[in-house]
């Protein structure tokens, strides 16, 4: 029979052992948590704190929690893609190189290592979007809406920046994983997608391309043939060049040193180094305190490199240059898909652009529509009604020529004096007549023409480019962006012509508002049907670009930057 130490021995020790397996358990589990914690954030690149309770099998992670902004532009770092991102959650932002700033720190207390998320980093929203803008991401249209209009409830994975291929989202609403109520953000890049580089323009850039026959003439301010011009801008590019070139080397040495022969043979030899014309033209977009659109500065190009020497923009910052340039040049930009969505057209130009405000009766009496192109518009004019009177007239003459014949000389003499005197009478009213009857008829014409059926910009821009290539300005393939191009360099230059199609721009504006062209604004157009031809062009642009979808797209991000000036990127 078992006694009491038998129990204890059979049944005792190993019901004790039982007992204390979970703790044998939870030591080893939080041994193992420990090192695969510490493992994954040395895989990661990631520096933390870490300790542990083997006894309770909680494991606590200190890691920091960054502020972030984007290098650099000219960093090499800023294009290329970080070497060790963090695959663990949270860690999305980690795919690029950034700026970073520890602002805390952040406990995680685990039980296991799958639990291990890297803190959400925070950015000024407009930054991001800026560098994403610059690698070559696209703002999602429909995202930015949703974004604008829900807020905070925007639900989870809506996209709000494309690939630069439109097939894949770049950045999306992400969890708010310990975002305390901001925006949180999730990031995603590949390799392949990078297709800039530090040549490219950043957002709010525009390069025009300056033609040849005007590349010469870039600098000069136009009236000069391009050789010509040439010649005259790379001698006054020289002159400068020497000119600072001999103020360098004399800054700060002795009168002496500066009349050294050595120190003339050598600015002398500066002299003779080649400026090139310039081919293109950059400059940058702005807003004005008052938040008008504006040129904030600009500078000549050759292959795309920057030149010493820039334009004067003095005369682009007076009406009206300064209300049709910065639109134009915008417009321009946006008809490119260049990364200018954080810049808006002004309202006004919506409502002109998409209003048909052309009549087409006035394209027609400007020359640049036949009238078989456009509707019925005008009253017919019957050429044989005057032609009928030519002939009653001739009959008339006739019969008054037969009774003088039946008459006796003295009689007939008389009567053909009469006659003659008559006839001379006659041609003297009917030419006023007729006369009248002309300015009749074209006073009605003008009328009818102004209350003629309205068309849409892209029609009188269509005229308006056969028109300039009819007269040699324009190549026949040419369409509104190489016309308005040409056009933005010539106001550049400062050229009257150029700077004319501004006043056109207003004249039209003044019509629309109005409700109708008037005597005056025609007698303006056909004197410079050249300013109305390119004016047509502008407009043509701009219903082309206030039509697309994307025409809202810079209004929602600029309200969705104003509303959330920081977010949570992870």
């Not at 994975?157 to 901001?182: F, K, Y």
């Not at 004096?417 to 006073?443: N, P, S, V, Y």
């Not at 670009?545 to 929602?556: G, I, T």
Request: contains cysteine; hydrophobic residues 40%; negative net charge.
């Amino acid at each position: 029979m078992a006694n009491a130490s038998d129990i204890i021995t059979y049944i005792g020790v190993p019901l004790a052992v039982i007992g204390v397996l979970p703790i044998f358990y939870t030591f080893l589990n939080s041994y193992f948590t420990i090192r695969n914690i510490t493992r994954c954030l040395q895989r990661n690149g990631l520096e933390a704190i870490t300790r542990g309770s083997l006894m309770s099998g909680v494991v606590e992670v200190s890691l920091p929690r960054f502020s972030i902004t984007p290098l650099d532009r000219d960093d090499p770092d800023y294009w290329a893609p970080n070497s060790k991102p963090s695959m663990l959650r949270g860690g999305t932002w980690t795919c690029f190189n950034w700026n970073t700033l520890i602002t805390g720190t952040r406990l995680y207390r685990l039980q296991y290592s799958d639990d291990l998320q890297v803190p959400q980093a925070e950015i000024d929203f407009g930054e991001l979007l800026g560098f994403l803008l610059d690698r070559g991401a696209v703002p999602d249209v429909k995202g930015l809406h949703f974004l604008k209009v829900s807020g905070l409830w925007t639900p989870t994975g809506t996209s709000l920046m494309l690939s630069p291929d439109e097939g894949s989202s770049v950045l999306r609403v992400s969890v708010p994983n310990d975002s305390d109520g901001v925006l949180s953000l999730a990031l995603r890049w590949e390799e392949n997608w990078d297709n800039r580089e530090p040549t490219s323009l950043p957002p709010s850039w525009m390069r025009l391309t300056i033609p040849e026959s005007l590349s010469g003439a870039a600098s000069s301010g136009g009236g000069l043939p391009s050789d010509e011009a040439a010649s005259v801008e790379d001698k006054s590019l020289l002159e400068q060049t020497s000119m600072a070139s001999t103020d360098g080397k004399a800054f700060g040495k002795s009168s002496m040193e500066k009349e050294q022969p050595g120190a003339r043979e050598k600015s002398s030899h500066s002299t003779s180094s080649y400026i090139p014309t310039p081919t293109s033209l950059r400059f940058r977009l702005g807003y004005l305190p008052s938040g008008d659109l504006t040129i904030s500065t600009a500078a000549w190009e050759v292959s795309h490199a920057p030149l010493d020497s820039s334009p004067s923009l003095n005369h682009l910052r007076s009406n009206p240059a300064s209300t049709w340039f910065p639109a134009i040049a915008l417009a321009l930009g946006l008809s490119k898909s260049l990364p200018l969505y954080t810049y808006t057209l002004a309202p006004f130009l919506h409502g002109l652009a998409m209003k048909d405000t052309i009549p087409c009766g006035v394209l027609v009496l400007l020359g640049l529509l036949k009238e078989h192109e456009a509707p019925d518009w005008a009253t017919k004019y019957d050429p044989a009604e005057e032609g009928q009177r030519m002939h009653n007239t001739f009959l008339a003459k006739q019969r008054a020529i037969a009774a003088e014949r039946m008459m006796t000389g003295e009689q007939a003499r008389m009567a053909r004096i009469a006659r003659e005197t008559e006839d001379l009478h006659r041609i003297g009213e009917e030419f006023r007549a007729r006369m009248a009857r002309q300015r009749e008829r074209e006073e009605r014409r003008e009328r009818e023409a102004f209350a003629s059926g309205r068309l849409e910009a892209r029609i009188a821009a269509d005229a308006g480019l056969r028109w300039l290539a009819g007269q040699n300005l324009l190549r026949s393939a040419a369409g509104t962006q190489e016309a308005v191009e040409g056009l933005l360099i010539g106001m550049v230059k400062g050229e009257e012509v150029a700077m004319g199609v501004c006043r056109v721009l207003e004249r039209w504006r003044e019509w629309s508002d109005r409700g109708g062209m008037n005597t005056e604004d025609l007698a303006t157009f056909k004197k410079d049907t050249l300013g109305f031809c390119y004016a047509a062009c502008v407009m043509g642009l701009l219903r082309d670009v206030c039509a697309k979808e994307e025409s809202s797209v810079a209004v929602d991000m600029q309200e969705v930057i104003r509303f959330w000036k920081k977010v949570r990127l992870g």
